[in-house]
């Protein structure tokens, strides 16, 4: 009998001795014997630490606006295995990803990979298969030796940099940096969404002689009322409407995004309405997603480091400002940094619940507690419970008036959150 797709997914878990494994040699190799190379006439990758899914699905959103047959492949999924890849917005079907899967094993023979390169190239072979024009990937972990990595990349894009993964990528800025900057490409376009791009991201443009683009010098933008903002490249000044996705600093990422597209070769096809038609049609779950649940307003944000809670506290100004109570819902990785990420929440948050995330990388309430309770105020009350499910349901029994509930934390965290609400 055949396998399904959930099958395959958990045999590939097992194929590889290690969940991750830096060395492109080998999924390289199998790349050449699947022989799906161009995977599409237009590459463009992006890397980063916050930003890079918002970024990489305002690509996509663009290009279907325009009408152009696009590829996106992004990580982790939320719900299923088939969110990673997306054909022209829809997602990959199980059967295609199983054709892929079968094509991968054949092409593999004694090479061992890990799940996310097989995941890396049964998108690359759908993309191949469909024959795409733009292939938008989302670097899973770092950059220059990621698998997203063993395509050239026509354009490179590099949103915001935190202190994120410092066990595998470097414990400061430029080296986690230098790891990002490693998806720029001799000769080809590299964009920064910061103003001030790091000194690696710099020096690597330089070395292979790529042009390097960034917010503020190469690119403008600034909100000019509730609904619109202005942006501003190469002479050309457009009006449009707020991106769906909520926060100010939604417009970076959407800057950054229309700044890529302006330099690729469906350039003359954008106009302001179909930028402001992709703007307004891209989704992605789990960035501040509102869902009303018994009356009360649930807000699921991945947010994991301290430059994603800088960004929730500007999120929450506006219910802090109508007096409204948060109560937060988290739970967060052993290689997180809770500490910060509760000191820079302390003064949003007013009642905190702790949930226990399964796994390897997991960690249970009690040692999160004992992570953020020095970094808490005074007259916080802390709550744990086994199971984000359980945190939920204890955060909603705490609920008052117009309380909202903040879920957040982790990929683990929003998706077992929405899937509580979804049994519900």
């Keep these: 009998m055949p396998k399904s797709l959930n099958q395959w997914l958990i045999e590939l878990e097992k194929i590889h001795p290690l969940a991750m494994d830096f060395k492109l040699e080998r999924i390289q190799k199998v790349f050449q014997q699947l022989n799906v190379s161009p995977i599409a006439p237009f590459i463009i990758t992006v890397a980063g630490t916050n930003g890079k899914g918002s970024t990489t699905n305002t690509i996509a959103s663009i290009c279907q606006s325009a009408g152009i047959s696009v590829g996106l492949y992004t990580s982790p999924h939320m719900h299923c295995f088939n969110e990673r890849i997306q054909i022209n917005g829809q997602n990959a079907s199980d059967e295609e990803i199983i054709e892929a899967f079968e094509a991968i094993q054949t092409a593999r023979g004694e090479i061992t990979l890990t799940y996310f390169e097989f995941a890396t190239l049964a998108a690359f072979y ?184 800088a960004i929730l506290h500007d999120l929450l100004k506006p219910y802090r400002a109508n007096g409204q109570k948060v109560i937060a819902v988290v739970g967060m990785l052993k290689d997180k940094d809770a500490a910060n990420l509760a000191s820079a929440l302390k003064n949003d948050v007013d009642s905190w619940v702790l949930a226990t995330l399964e796994g390897d990388r997991g960690q249970t309430a009690s040692e999160l507690k004992e992570r953020i309770q020095p970094f808490l105020n005074e007259q916080h009350t802390v709550f744990m419970e086994d199971s984000v499910a359980n945190a939920c349901q204890k955060a909603l029994s705490m609920q008052q008036n117009d309380d909202i509930i903040l879920v957040f934390g982790s990929f683990h965290t929003v998706s077992e959150g929405l899937d509580w609400i979804t049994q519900r």
């Excluded at 910061?194 to 070395?207: G, M, R, V």
């Excluded at 690729?264 to 954008?270: G, V």
Aim: hydrophobic share 40%.
């Design 126 to 309: 759908l993309f191949h298969k469909h024959k795409i024009e733009i292939a938008v990937l989302e670097v899973g972990l770092g950059g220059r030796l990621d698998a997203t990595n063993i395509v050239d990349a026509n354009i490179a894009a590099i949103t915001p940099i935190d202190l994120d993964h410092t066990n595998l990528l470097g414990n400061t800025i430029t080296e986690i940096a230098f790891e990002k900057a490693g998806i720029i490409k001799p000769n080809a376009l590299a964009i920064s969404a910061e103003n001030s791009p790091n000194l690696s991201i710099i020096q690597q443009a330089d070395k292979n002689h790529a042009t390097l683009l960034h917010g503020d010098k190469d690119f403008k933008y600034q909100q000019v009322s509730e609904s619109s903002w202005q942006y501003q490249h190469q002479g050309k000044t457009l009006i449009l409407p707020m991106p769906r996705l909520q926060g100010a600093h939604q417009l970076q990422n959407s800057a950054t995004a229309i700044t890529v597209l302006l330099n690729s070769p469906i350039a003359e096809q954008l106009t302001e309405s179909i930028i402001g038609h992709g703007l307004l049609n891209t989704q992605l779950k789990g960035r501040f997603e509102q869902v009303i649940h018994n009356n009360c307003e649930f807000y699921f944000d991945v947010t994991h480091n301290p430059q994603g809670a």
